[in-house]
């Protein structure tokens, strides 16, 4: 059984940041392409950021994060985070981790993705 889990998430207020982890078990991270979606209250779902798999490890980041957002791995660990800083208001959703157990990314906001964790809340207000 293949799990990802989230963590990270929490209150902050603008202008600060937070560190968010995907940890899996069941499958090895460090093998896949890892992306990052989340999804406001109201709003559709938005993918954020993708990592290619470690061999080459490129990033890529929705325009409205890049810049401030970024990707990276852990391989030791087989952890993936996203670094986030100068959050906004408008950051404010659940933030899931996902695969689609390809070694690049492509066109991963498309959201076909064959895993997902359960996501963690991110809250940015004063």
């Known amino acids: 059984q293949v799990l990802l889990v989230e963590s990270g998430g929490g209150l902050v207020q603008p202008g600060g940041s937070l560190r968010l982890s995907c940890a899996a078990s069941?499958?090895?991270?460090?093998?896949?392409?890892i992306s990052w979606f989340r999804q406001a209250p109201g709003k559709e779902r938005e993918g954020v950021s993708c990592?290619?798999?470690?061999?080459?490890?490129?990033?890529y980041y929705a325009d409205s994060v890049k810049g401030r957002f970024t990707i990276s791995r852990d391989n030791a660990k087989d952890m993936v985070y996203l670094q986030m800083n100068s959050l906004k208001p408008e950051d404010t959703a659940v933030y899931y981790c996902?695969?689609?157990?390809?070694?690049?990314?492509?066109?991963?906001?498309?959201?076909?993705?064959?895993?997902w964790g359960k996501g963690t809340l991110v809250t940015v207000s004063s």
């Open positions: 996902a695969t689609a157990r390809r070694v690049f990314c492509g066109n991963y906001r498309t959201g076909a993705m064959d895993y």
């Open positions: 069941g499958l090895t991270l460090n093998n896949y392409a």
């Open positions: 990592i290619n798999y470690t061999g080459t490890g490129s990033t």
